[in-house]
């Protein structure tokens, strides 16, 4: 018997590799497509299981927040979430307290590219940057 014959990324033509890239992109859009429609109609089947829950819990009334059962505990819990709906006012009211810690810690990655782009020796202390490059292939265009 011959041993098998395998073939390194290097000797295939840059024209094959962009074929087979762009088939596996495809491949993947398709089963991802077909994944999430699967997923979100089982997440619309579990949130009307999920009201269900809650409804029957809340009629229970006495302030109970669980309920035990053989298949696991039911519980409910109140989650408050904040939305600025005024930026500008918001921003104003966190200098005005001084408590940066009103707001989540991330750099606003097309911002701080902008403002180093314009300002190329003022990077603030602390910042640090990767960058890495990235393939992609674009389908040919139509020849007209």
């Known amino acids: 018997m011959s041993e098998p014959t395998t073939v390194t990324p290097d000797e295939v033509p840059l024209e094959k ?5 762009v ?4 491949k993947i859009q398709d089963l991802t497509r077909v994944y999430e429609a ?12 999920s009201n269900a829950m ?3 819990v809340l009629a229970m009334g006495g302030g109970i927040s669980s309920v035990k059962t053989e298949h696991g505990t039911i ?4 989650a408050t979430r904040y939305y600025a709906q005024d930026w500008d006012a918001f ?4 200098i005005e307290q001084g408590d940066i810690n009103l707001l989540e810690k991330r750099v606003a ?4 590219a902008e403002f180093l782009k314009e300002h ?3 990077a603030p202390p602390g910042l640090s940057s990767m960058s890495e490059i990235e393939v992609t292939v674009r389908r040919p265009t139509a020849a007209k």
């Open 109 to 112: 990655q097309g911002n701080m």
């Open 75 to 78: 519980m409910l819990r109140t």
């Open 91 to 94: 921003g104003k009211f966190v």
């Open 38 to 49: 699967e997923v979100e109609g089982i997440k619309a089947q579990r949130d009307i299981v």
């Open 54 to 56: 809650k409804d029957r």
């Open 120 to 122: 190329p020796d003022a």
């Open 17 to 21: 590799l962009a074929k087979m890239y």
């Open 23 to 26: 088939k596996m992109r495809d």
